[in-house]
């Protein structure tokens, strides 16, 4: 059964930083890419970055809006992977999940930016 | 970006009914490999989404024949025939052909 099980999520001061993690199982984690979404409350769903697998040199892809705040990373040895958010603002409080686009999501972590 | 315009936003519907939901992009999402990665989702209320269509037309492991997905180039339908209450939520496509990815903005089917 694949579980993708995001943490890390939490109430965060303007200007902070947040590390998310997504632990997976289920499905072998070394051959896919693996994505961030995330959803303001009560809006739509907003991709945030990609990261490919070592085949594709783990080439990592951002969204606009928020490149150079955000890195993804992953660590194939837990199929786990992250997403360091930095310069946290207002506008970044949603649920951050991770998914993969044919394996699922996560169930979400939600990420509050308040001070 | 690639602009993915959803309609419509509310879609009311009766249960044992039809719906169908429009995405259309502001480009074309035939990727150089020829393939086009357009994908629907569900998000069934307080859930996380979950994929119904992939690529189009590919109906995901496990859902029903009731969901269709048609259209090419820039035009796309999600059709849903006999309209079953756990259907009712959030839709949404997604294009994966170009970075970055775009979701359309979202159709709630509810009950009319």
């Known amino acids: 059964e694949v579980q993708i099980l995001e943490t890390g999520g939490g109430l965060v001061k303007p200007g902070g930083s947040l590390r998310l993690s997504c632990a997976t199982s289920?499905?072998?984690?070394?051959?896919?890419?693996m994505n961030w979404v995330r959803q303001a409350p009560g809006k739509g769903l907003e991709w945030v970055a990609q990261?490919?697998?070592?085949?594709?040199?783990?080439?990592?892809y951002y969204a606009e809006s928020l490149e150079g705040r955000v890195t993804i990373s992953r660590d194939d040895s837990k199929s786990s992977v992250y997403l360091q958010v930095s310069s946290l603002r207002a506008e970044d409080t949603a649920i951050y999940y991770c998914?993969?686009?044919?394996?699922?999501w996560g169930q979400g972590v939600m990420v509050t930016v308040s001070s | 970006d690639v602009v993915m315009t959803q309609t419509p936003v509310s879609l009311p519907v009766s249960l044992g009914g039809q719906a169908s939901i429009s995405c259309r992009s502001s480009?074309?999402?035939?990727?150089?490999?020829?393939?086009?990665?357009l994908h629907w989702y569900l998000q069934k209320p307080g859930q996380s989404p979950q994929l119904l269509i992939y690529?189009?037309?590919n109906r995901f492991s496990g859902v029903p024949d009731r969901f269709s997905g048609s259209g090419s180039g820039t035009d796309f339908t999600l059709k849903i025939s006999r309209v079953e209450p756990e259907d009712l939520g959030d839709y949404y496509c997604?294009?994966?052909?170009?970075?970055?990815?775009?979701f359309g903005g979202g159709t709630k089917l509810e009950l009319k």
């Open positions: 480009q074309s999402l035939v990727h150089s490999n020829g393939n086009t990665y």
């Open positions: 990261i490919r697998n070592k085949n594709y040199n783990y080439a990592t």
């Open positions: 998914m993969q686009q044919l394996r699922g």
């Open positions: 289920g499905f072998n984690f070394n051959d896919y890419f």
């Open positions: 690529r189009v037309s």
């Open positions: 997604l294009q994966s052909t170009h970075f970055p990815w775009t």
